[in-house]
């Protein structure tokens, strides 16, 4: 059996805080706001395995009214998503993901985030994409407001 989820989110950007994308850490002015540690890519990719997999979205795993998840590690939340996954006796088949964001450059670091995401997925690294595109200045993401991400998977089992 194969079923394809899809996921998307969004954080608003904001001063005095880390920019932490697929788990890599990235030097920035700003940062994402969020209970967690507001990994959009992580988030996006957590709801496209939940999806695919009929269980529901982050919001309901992870609700952000719960203090258990202030200033959650997301890579940490998404083993509990590969838990949930196994539990039922998915495997994950493949996940692309874009980020879209209008600065920093991510380019260079957007390797590291696939390594990350591929690691706690129990998955190679020829399994995952990660990208990055700017809005080209259009829109939440275009302004620096924020940043989004959206995410699609593949999931399989016997
Ligand atoms: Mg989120």
């Known amino acids: 059996m194969t079923r394809i989820g899809q996921g998307y989110d969004v954080h608003r950007l904001a001063e005095g805080r880390k920019l932490i994308l697929g788990g890599v850490e990235i030097p920035y002015e700003r940062g994402l706001l969020g209970h967690s540690d507001a990994d959009v890519l992580t988030h996006a990719v957590m709801d496209a395995l939940l999806g695919a997999a009929a269980l529901g979205d982050i919001g309901c795993?992870?609700?952000?009214?719960?203090?258990?998840?202030?200033?959650?590690?997301?890579?940490?939340?998404?083993?509990?998503?590969m838990q949930l996954l196994h539990a039922e006796g998915w495997q994950v088949e493949n996940v692309d993901a874009t980020i879209l964001a209008q600065r920093p450059k991510l380019a260079p670091y957007l390797g590291g985030?696939?390594?990350?995401?591929?690691?706690?997925?129990?998955?190679e690294l020829g399994q995952v994409n990660v990208k990055a595109t700017t809005e080209e200045g259009l829109g939440f993401t275009?302004?620096?407001e924020g940043m989004a991400a959206y995410a699609v998977c593949l999931l399989t089992k016997e």
């Open 142 to 144: 275009g302004s620096g």
């Open 113 to 123: 985030m696939a390594d990350h995401l591929a690691a706690h997925m129990g998955v």
């Open 61 to 81: 795993h992870f609700p952000d009214s719960d203090p258990a998840y202030a200033g959650a590690d997301s890579l940490a939340l998404l083993d509990q998503v």
